[in-house]
Every structure is written in C-alpha cells, then in structure tokens.
C-alpha cells in the first residue's frame, strides 16, 4: 500500500493502516522537503511509478482527491479503522477512510474517496457521495443525503431527511434543518447560507 499525501490527515490513515497490519511502502508527496512521516518513508511524485500500486489518496481537499483519482493509475483502497462500527447492510467505496469511534448505521450507502473522520455518526439510510468530508463528531440523523465533494464541518448536526447538495461546505458546529443548495456555504444554528463557492 502506498499514501498519496504526507500531511496529518495521513498520520491517521497510517495508524489505521496499522491496527490493521496492512503493510506501508511508502507516501508519496509533491512536496520535495519531505523525506519521512511517521518513520515512513516520503517520495518525491516526480520518480514515483504510480502504476498498478494498491493506493489511497492522503489528502484532505475534495477537490485534489477527485483531480488525483482522474489522474493516477492507481487501485485504490479502503481503510476501516477496527473501533469503527459498520452495520452489516453498509456499502463503501473505493478509497474511502473511516476513523476510529465512526458509527455508520443500517443501508448507509458512502461513495468513493470519503473521509468519515473521527466519532462522526451516519445514521441509516444515508447516502454520502463521492468526494465527501463528514469531520469529526458531525451527526448526520437519518435519510441524509450528501453531494459530491461537500465539507460537513466538526461537530455539525444535520436533522432527518435533509438533502445537501454537491461541493457546499456546511461549518463547524452548524445545525442544519432546511435543505442545502450545491456549492453554498452554511453556517449557525440555525444554519444559514452565506456565500457560495465559485463552481
Ligand atoms: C481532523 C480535522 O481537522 S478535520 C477538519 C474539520 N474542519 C472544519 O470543521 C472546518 C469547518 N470550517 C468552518 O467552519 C469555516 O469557518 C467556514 C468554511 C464555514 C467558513 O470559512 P470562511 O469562508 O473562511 O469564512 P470566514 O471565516 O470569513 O467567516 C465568514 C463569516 O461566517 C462566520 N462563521 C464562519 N464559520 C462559522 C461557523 N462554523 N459557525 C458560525 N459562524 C461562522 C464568521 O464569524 C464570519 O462572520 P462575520 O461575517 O459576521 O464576521
């Protein structure tokens, strides 16, 4: 297995990766004064051969993993840490992380290159899109649907049946009752729009 990105968000992803003894060979990282992360070695993407290499993409921006996952040629995988609790019926896609203290309950459906970061809580019959950052402790009630590349900032409740749209960032804290069109920007309790992002 190989990181694409040596940043913090990649620390966490490795202690999943040891919990459960999944060998790392190395991250690999555009930034050429980065040489080691955690006792890990850090490649320059410049001499690294990407092909065929069992990957996930290390980095916290939506918008790179989705470039980087159109770009390389890569497998990608998932990483589950072992404290996370997956019901039985949850489908996760490709390259997606879930963090430690992570419930995801019964006909959650998560896309492909999500980060369920730490103690978040997906309630049943969710559906997370691709590209999708829920941070840590947001509650998401249940029959949510999230868009494509949408940030649910820390600590963030969104109630029952509410439809978020693609690549809106929802802020830290927010509680949201009403849906959320794509790219706006939502913050409060509770939430209100107060920009949106330029497509
Ligand atoms: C492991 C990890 O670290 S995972 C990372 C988790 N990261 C997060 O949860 C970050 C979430 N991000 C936020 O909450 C940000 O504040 C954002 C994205 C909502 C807004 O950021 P910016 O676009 O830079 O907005 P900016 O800081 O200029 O604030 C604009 C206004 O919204 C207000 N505001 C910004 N964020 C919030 C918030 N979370 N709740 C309430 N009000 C907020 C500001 O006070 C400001 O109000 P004012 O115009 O009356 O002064």
Known sequence: MILIGASGHAKVILDILEQNEIKVECLVDANPSLISLCGYAVVHDSVFNFEGKDAILSIGSNEVRKKLNDLLPCTFKTAIHPKAILDKTVKVGEGTVVMAGVVLNRDVAVGKHVIINTSASVDHDNHIKDYVHISP??????????????????GATIIPNISIGKWAIIGAGAVVISDIPDFAVAVGNPARIIKYINE
């Open 137 to 154: 402790n947001a509650t998401l009630c249940g029959t949510v649907t999230v868009g494509e590349g949408t940030h649910i900032g820390a």
